[in-house]
């Protein structure tokens, strides 16, 4: 079920088709319909040949086109994402300048992670009561102001680590109010046939932040210090708290309770099987074939690296990811979106296990941004589903769901590699964890025959 688009949304559509009526038309008369498919010599939809093909393979840039409102949205988050990349550096170099331990550095995830976690699922619930571009707007601005307290603290010379520790989990219990109210917000923006589109630009947006985030950081706080960094991220949240500004308001179709509940989001998903697959089908991936944890001994092991060489393992997923955004544009002619969910996570157990069974460095990193490649894919086609096939005054709850899941399953698959590669070898955890995927997601499917036949067309959750 799909809530009504806004106002100023339809204006700019209605806008947009008188605009192009009064143009003259770039194909001839004889130009067969889309659903004849191409004629010789194009690429597709009339265009010449080469333009064509880079529509059929690059990102589908027409979000940007038809919504001011959600162009504005994916430059400020773009923005902000890179912003928090730099203070994520900074703040993991500051605490070991502060105490020389590694221990206390890995205490830096415990208290992002926990956060999160714990408060994902009610920033769900918050979001599917209340509107929501206040709730991000309201929460980016604590993010902000919690990034301008670290620039502060650094500036009066405070050199306390858990100054740092509170203020990063003040950070992440923002995030968790904040990503469920931006995402409930695309399918309001958007009609339902551009959201694999838009789920495929902000894919980029994580990953682009992830990859561009620490490096600017590192040269920041090289350069200029860590308060630097830490006013720089601040700044950068002005890009999205614009954005959040010049959204209309955001309130969600109350068709359910207007108190937050955690229960009725999960009674709910409890009686909808084909978004409950979207879930298992991503705890296939996450959890069985994640070798994240076995990287630096990887490095060691099998190519004879240092950490230089585990820096590339760890940046090689990223990359992938980042070209599946890059090259989406085939994505939106996609319908069956069960089956391509089950196809991409079983791609990504197989470039997993085709990792394990190689000793050549290129070829590894081949692999796993094969595997990046294909979990962007999944991630396209499952938040598509989240957002189209469950009603409005949901779609924040199963966004807080969604959270929990990203946050929390790729820890499990952490502890997971580390035991089994303990008890075994990092081969047989690597290979083992890939053919397990494959053959759980596979499962999976087996069983759930609905869900490889979901059309995005017919929504059914």
Same mark, same amino acid.
């Given at each position: 079920?799909?809530?009504?688009l ?59 086109? !038809? &919504? ?27 605490? #070991? ?19 999160? !976690?714990?408060?994902g699922?009610y ?44 203020v ?20 309001k ?10 789920? $495929? ?28 960094? #830490? ?7 002005? %890009?999205?708290? #614009?954005?959040?500004?010049?959204l ?13 509940? !955690? ?16 879930f ?12 994240? %944890? ?8 099998? #190519? ?32 069956r ?6 196809? &991409? ?28 490649? &294909?979990?962007?894919? &999944? ?17 924040g ?23 089994? $590669? ?17 053959? %759980? ?17 017919h929504?059914?959750?």
């Amino acid at each position: 079920m799909r809530s009504p688009l806004p106002g100023c949304y339809r204006a700019g559509l209605a806008s947009r088709v008188t605009e192009q009526a009064e143009q003259p038309t770039e194909t001839p008369p004889t130009t067969p319909s889309p659903a004849a498919g191409p004629r010789a010599g194009t690429g597709g939809g009339g265009a010449p040949g080469g333009a064509g093909v880079r529509r059929r393979i690059l990102a589908d840039l027409t979000p940007f086109r !038809i &919504s001011a409102d959600y162009r504005r949205l994916w430059f400020g988050n773009m923005v902000s994402w890179v912003g928090s990349g730099m203070t994520a550096l900074a703040i993991s170099l500051q605490v #070991y300048d502060l105490t020389g331990s590694s221990f206390y550095v890995g205490l830096v995830g415990i208290f992002t992670l926990v956060p999160l !976690i714990a408060f994902g699922l009610y920033g769900g619930a918050i979001a599917d009561t209340v509107d929501r571009r206040k709730l991000g707007l309201h929460s980016a601005l604590g993010s902000a102001a919690l990034s301008g307290a670290l620039a502060a603290g650094t500036f009066a010379g405070v050199a306390n680590v858990w100054f740092l520790y509170a203020v990063i989990a003040l950070q992440s219990v923002c995030q968790a109010l904040n990503a469920p109210a931006r995402s409930a917000m695309i399918p309001k923006l958007l009609p339902p046939e551009h959201l694999p589109a838009a789920n $495929a630009l902000n894919s980029m947006i994580m990953t682009t932040g992830t990859l561009v985030g620490p490096m600017l950081g590192g040269l920041v706080v090289g350069f200029a210090g860590y308060k630097t960094a #830490y006013l720089i991220d601040a700044i950068t949240f002005a %890009a999205s708290l #614009y954005a959040m500004w010049r959204l209309p308001a955001m309130l969600p179709d109350r068709t359910g309770t207007k108190r937050p509940s !955690i229960l009725e989001g999960l009674r709910f998903l409890a009686t909808r099987p084909n978004l409950r697959m979207t879930f298992f089908s991503d705890f296939c991936a996450m959890i069985l074939a994640h070798p994240r %944890a076995l990287f630096p001994a990887i490095a060691v092991l099998w #190519y004879g690296g240092d950490a230089r060489t585990t820096g590339l393992l760890v940046a090689a997923p990223a990359i992938g990811a980042l070209l599946g955004g890059v090259f989406s544009g085939w994505q939106g002619r996609i319908h069956r979106h069960g089956l391509a969910v089950l196809i &991409s996570v079983g791609g990504w157990g197989a470039a997993i296990a085709a990792f394990g069974l190689t000793r050549q460095l290129w070829l590894g990193l081949l692999m796993l941004a094969v595997a990046g490649f &294909s979990d962007t894919v &999944s991630m396209v086609f499952r938040n598509t589903m989240m957002q189209v096939a469950a009603p409005d005054d949901m779609r924040g709850r199963l966004q807080g769901v969604f959270i929990v899941v990203v946050a929390g399953g790729p820890r499990l698959g952490d502890f997971l590699a580390g035991t089994v $590669a303990d008890l075994t070898s990092p081969t047989v955890m690597v290979v083992g964890g890939g053919l397990a995927c494959v053959l %759980a997601v596979t499962l999976l499917g087996l069983g759930r025959r609905d869900f490889a036949r979901y059309d995005g067309r017919h929504p059914v959750p």
